[in-house]
């Protein structure tokens, strides 16, 4: 089974930035792709973004030219830089792995966006 420990959430200024990690349990070229989503209060789950092994990235709309998502194999590690932070970014942040034909989930963490 995969696992996925996140961390770096925490509360952040608007416009501040703050770094997300996703760290796995094993290496991560061997998933098709990591990523992140988010729910925010009273929302749905959206999707915020991808990458492939290969490092080929998708974003969502509303974090476009904001956040960077990236990943480092040595560390089976992906990440989601995040700046420009607005309040409509706070939210519980998951990371997920697409293995094959399953996803896998960490536990989320808590990004809140305050003044």
């Known amino acids: 089974q995969v696992q996925l420990v996140e961390s770096g959430g925490g509360l952040v200024q608007p416009g501040g930035s703050l770094r997300l990690s996703c760290a796995a349990s094993?290496?991560?070229?061997?998933?098709?792709?990591m990523g992140w989503y988010r729910q925010a209060p009273g929302e749905q789950r959206e999707f915020v973004a991808t990458?492939?092994?290969?490092?080929?990235?998708n974003y969502a709309d509303a974090v476009k030219g904001r956040f960077t998502i990236s990943n480092d194999n040595a560390k089976n590690t992906v990440y989601l830089q995040m700046n420009s932070l607005k309040y409509e970014d706070t939210a519980v942040y998951y990371c997920?792995?697409?293995?094959?034909?399953?996803?896998?989930w960490g536990q989320g963490t808590q990004v809140t966006v305050s003044s």
């Open positions: 997920y792995a697409d293995k094959r034909l399953n996803l896998y």
């Open positions: 990458i492939t092994w290969a490092g080929n990235t």
């Open positions: 094993e290496s991560i070229f061997r998933f098709n792709g």
